[in-house]
């Protein structure tokens, strides 16, 4: 059932629902009996296997409209993300009083971490544009 030449997305489904309850078991037992390194090899391997399932696919798994959504919402993500943080780090920062330092610090942590959201989000959209160019 894993490996099939011409998949059907409904066969396709059941095999990655398998594949997701398989690795779940084997990754949880592998915690519970104190054998960490098993699990990200079980996740590995299970993203492998999905790989090669989805490669043997005949029909189209995801279409435009869906990418299409996708990108939309993890731009409007990104920029409702960095605005709040945004917003929370200005008042954090300029609205606390001396004595309460871990304001302070918590004001300037988010400013880092907004600035880093930021960058991330900028150097994948430039590697991703240019290999659209």
């Known amino acids: ?16 629902v398998i594949l997701s309850i398989l690795i779940a078991v084997i990754a949880s037992n592998a915690v519970v009996n104190g054998n960490l390194i098993i699990v990200p090899i079980t996740i590995l391997i299970g993203l492998l296997i999905k790989r090669l399932l989805v490669k043997h696919t005949k029909e189209v798994l995801e279409d435009e409209r869906n990418q299409l959504v996708g990108l ?62």
Do not use: C, Q
Request: glycine share 2%; charged share 10%.
């Open 1 to 16: 059932m894993f490996y099939n030449a011409s998949m059907t997305g409904k066969s396709y489904n059941k095999a990655r």
């Open 72 to 133: 939309k919402a993890a731009r409007i993500t990104v920029n409702i993300v960095s605005i709040v943080l945004m917003s929370i780090s200005f008042l954090l920062i300029s609205l606390t009083e001396p004595s309460h330092v871990y304001l302070y610090n918590l004001g300037i942590v988010l400013s880092y971490t907004t600035v880093f959201i930021l960058a991330v989000y900028s150097v994948s959209y430039w590697f991703i544009n240019k290999d659209f160019s």
